[in-house]
């Protein structure tokens, strides 16, 4: 194995963390920016209305593409394993 290997398996497992985690990530940053808007312009300050909703909308989000993320790291594997595999 050389380093331009290495360096293609590091890209490639770089990149499918960025697609799996992104969505995750956009849901929680809108759900936080909203609730946020909504306490400015509510004057609400309390905590747990922070965190409730980004919470449920995150594990939703995750329910919801749990089968595009398992497709992405199974990707990943099978090129790694191949990779091992062809010496």
């Known amino acids: 194995m050389?380093?331009?290997e290495i360096f293609e398996i590091t890209r490639d497992a770089i990149f499918t963390l960025l697609k799996?985690?992104?969505p995750i990530v956009c849901v929680a940053l809108v759900v936080g920016?909203?609730?946020g808007i909504f306490q400015a312009l509510?004057?609400?300050q309390e905590m747990t209305l922070?965190?409730?909703p980004k919470i449920l909308c995150v594990f939703l989000a995750l329910v919801i593409?749990?089968?595009f993320m398992y497709n992405q790291m199974q990707t990943l594997s099978d090129s790694l394993f191949s990779?091992?595999?062809g010496g």
């Open 2 to 4: 050389n380093e331009t």
């Open 20 to 22: 799996v985690v992104s």
């Open 33 to 35: 920016l909203i609730v």
């Open 42 to 44: 509510t004057q609400i």
């Open 50 to 52: 922070a965190f409730v």
């Open 65 to 67: 593409l749990f089968p």
């Open 83 to 85: 990779k091992i595999a």
